[in-house]
């Protein structure tokens, strides 16, 4: 598959708003699902939000009402937005693509190499 490349990523401050993007340089494969994970300084890899290819979408409690995932189904391109942003929303962030669901989201098998996000307080 072609890889997965995150941009979009920066530095705001806290209660602004970033839009991450994830593509591929050939839209070639369609996935079963995708999703945003998250792995901030210290802290173990977390899943974000999920959405399946019929549109179905699922966010970790900490995101709700904050964050919203997107695809656009012409091309695959993958969204984040991400409002109200926090100092703890600070991490690298994975856009990530797999072939089954599990009771909290895509179960990705396919990795892009990350964009870093800092939110400053």
């Known amino acids: 598959q072609d890889p997965l490349v995150e941009s979009g990523g920066g530095s705001v401050q806290s209660g602004g708003s970033l839009r991450l993007s994830c593509g591929s340089s050939r839209y070639t494969y369609v996935w079963y699902c995708k999703a945003w994970f998250r792995q901030g300084p210290g802290k173990e890899r977390e899943r974000v939000a999920s959405i399946r290819h019929e549109g179905t979408t699922i966010y970790a409690d900490s995101v709700k009402g904050r964050f919203t995932i997107s695809q656009d189904t012409t091309d695959g391109t993958l969204f984040l937005q991400m409002n109200g942003l926090k100092a703890e929303d600070t991490a690298m962030y994975y856009c990530?693509?797999?072939?089954?669901?599990?009771?909290?989201?895509?179960?990705?098998?396919?990795w892009g190499q990350g964009t870093q996000v800092t939110v400053s307080s």
């Open positions: 990530a693509a797999g072939r089954s669901w599990g009771p909290d989201g895509c179960d990705a098998s396919f």
